[in-house]
């Protein structure tokens, strides 16, 4: 990102890093860029959607459920990989952080599993996830903010 910031280029990434881009923030600022980080279907689309709902209402609660189906599901996994497969295995390896409260919570990945059922699609789990990403410092002064995967359960017959 530093190096796309130094060549003057204008930049939209949709995976995760690492680092923490807000401290690029001033250094694009010096070079007339702007760099929009986290900007995939989640974190990205999900980010949008709250903030032109932010707007228009007192955002009190935001749970973003995310993950992969696929139009015809397979055995054994009955999951698409929509993402980049490295990223998905980094989201389910570092900590989930959410915000609760105020508060930022620190669990493990896959953390608190829950089941949830959809109408046409089955039951599907959920589980804590480090997606919230740039929201949980740009959008302060909403209580309660978590992202979750999901995955398949019928396989399972649960």
């Known amino acids: 990102m530093k190096a796309v910031i130094e ?4 930049m939209v990434d949709i ?20 760099v929009v980080a ?7 689309m999900g980010n949008i959607i709250l903030g032109h709902h932010h707007t228009c209402m007192e955002v009190k609660s ?3 459920l995310v ?12 999951y698409k990989a929509v993402f980049s497969p490295i990223d998905v295995i980094e989201e389910y ?9 105020y508060v930022m919570v620190t669990k493990e990945a896959l953390s608190d599993p829950e089941l949830v059922h959809f109408d046409g ?7 804590n996830s480090d997606g919230l990403r740039s929201l949980m410092f740009t959008m302060k002064n909403i209580p309660n903010m978590i992202e979750k995967h999901y995955g398949i359960l019928d396989v399972l017959n649960i």
């Open 93 to 101: 390896t570092r900590p989930a952080r959410y915000i609760q409260n």
């Open 15 to 34: 995976s995760f890093m690492p680092e923490d881009f807000f401290e690029l923030d001033k250094f694009a600022k010096q070079h007339n860029v702007v």
């Open 67 to 78: 993950g992969g189906l696929p139009v015809t599901r397979e055995w054994p996994y009955e």
């Open 38 to 44: 986290y900007c995939g279907v989640a974190p990205g």
């Open 121 to 127: 699609v089955g039951t599907l789990e959920s589980w």
């Open 7 to 10: 060549a003057g280029k204008n």
């Open 62 to 64: 935001y749970e973003c």
